[in-house]
């Protein structure tokens, strides 16, 4: 919710946000073709059909917010309307019986002239579904997100931690290091086509050092010598030319993505040594590869899953949370912005920004 | 006239006496997080205690150095005024459970070897003087980082208290946040709702 609209009350803000959410947009691509290396299918923005609202409201108590296709007599109602911060449309369908006799009271949202009361959709037994605007594959992704996580739960975290317990920790910080140290030239790629000329000197000093001194990889020792790591994918290249990420997805065995992130890994694994070293080995090999990697990488968040996962009240939520937080936060290299008076910036900070201490 | 002067010098002499404290510095942020990391990391890296000993020591440095009940409402946003006050007390001691027990998670996936938590650089946050970020390290003992670190401190009444603590470009409150208002949307929004859901995680 951007600082203009919290100035705003609340039927203003709903129409507001209702205007800018009435926006159409192109129709949803197929996932195949959004997985192939097709930059401007993968990055198109899917999104609901929305339409305006013109009917009339229903006068009385327990009104119920009504959209033109609704068919009174088929009992059921379909209401598309935006929440005070713009970013989620509510659909709300009344069940037979006839509606609550809850009374009007401050709560209650506007919607070009009809009133949909906040709270009457739990205390009449209304279902209520949001659509987050950010997230209109929710429900596919959520299906994806439960059975990953029961694979998850069920074999990789135990294979981590099996990992983790049988290798000491500097053996597993030196596989590391030699993962990392084989994705230089995937951080170089992206450093030079970002135009990041001084980081592109630290990733090729690294690479010389730490492949040299550094026992082909298994010493971090251009770290000690001052020269720390980071990492740079064409993900982040794309987002700084301006491609806009699309919708948030969660891929099978890949876990939450965006279309613009699935074009960069593939981009990405053109500039990695193993695609190359690996281009005539057997599949199981290739796969075996992959594995080790996705373990290696499930080794280093054991505790911070488990810890999530344990007290979580939606845990895909708070997945998507990390994985859009981390992403905005490589994009910018790490680096807090300035809103610029254009509302919550890098995470939800804003150097500019006083945080608003009346919630 | 006479009479005048000596009310505006009582005045000058009781404004002195009554003037506000003065206002917090980056150095006073420095050496906050400074002091706070140091116990963290100690905290984390004792191995003569217990996993879930560490656990606790770690959450009782939390409640004495985060702002939790302002973290709560910054996490509830919007739903705050929805949720009665008899249920406050109760939900901010959820919400230290659950920040406290993901922040120990982070750190303690760089547990296996002394680190130390550096401070870089403050920022001062905001216009009213109030708020400021200071950018750290997280370094292993031998040189070389293990993870960037971030810390948002406040001083809404004067003492320097954590609202926020970023780990690898993560902000906890702001996910807490984001997770807390998706359970709510898609729940009938009644925040009570949501301490129902994490009694029973934390309870299991």
Known sequence: MTRQDSRRGPGARLRHAWARASRRRPAARPLLVIATVVPLAACSSLGPELGSLDAAPMAGPGLVALAPSIDPAAGTSELVGADSDGARIAQLYRPPPPPSTAALDDDRMTIQGVAVYEDAPAAAGYDVTYVDQGDPLEDFNRRVFWASNAIDEVVIEPVARTYRHLFPHHARVAVRNFASNLESPVTLANDLMQGEWERAHVTVSRFVINSTIGFAGLHDAAAEMGYEGHREDFDQTLALYGWHSGPYMVVPLIGPSTPRHLVGRVVDTLFHPLTWILAGEPTAVVLAERAAQGIIAREEVLDTIAATRATSADYYAAIQSFYRQNRTSEINNGELVNSGGQGHAGGGVALDEDLDFNF | ?204
């Open chain 2, 1 to 204: 006239m006479p009479k005048l002067v000596f009310a505006l010098t009582v005045f000058a002499g009781l404004s002195l006496g009554l003037a506000a404290p003065a206002a917090a510095s980056c150095n006073e942020a420095l050496q906050f997080v400074s002091a706070v990391g140091n116990q963290v990391t100690d905290t984390v890296a004792d191995t003569s205690l217990t996993a879930e000993q560490r656990l606790t020591k770690f959450r009782a440095i939390f409640r004495q150095n985060a702002d939790i009940p302002t973290m709560g409402r910054f996490a509830l946003g919007k739903h705050w005024s929805k949720l009665p006050p008899d249920l406050h007390k109760e939900y901010f001691s959820l919400l230290e459970q659950t920040i406290g027990r993901v922040m120990f998670g982070q750190l303690n996936d760089y547990a296996g070897e002394q680190y130390s938590i550096e401070t870089d650089k403050c920022n001062p946050k905001g216009s009213k003087g109030i708020e400021f970020i200071v950018d750290g390290t997280v370094n292993k003992a031998g040189g070389g980082k293990v993870t960037d670190v971030r810390w948002w401190l406040i001083t809404p009444s004067g003492a320097m208290r954590v609202f926020d603590v970023s780990i690898a470009g993560i902000w906890l409150s702001q996910q807490k946040r984001d997770e807390f208002d998706r359970y709510i949307m898609t729940h009938g929004m009644r925040p009570e709702t949501l301490l129902d859901s994490l009694k029973n995680k934390l309870g299991s």
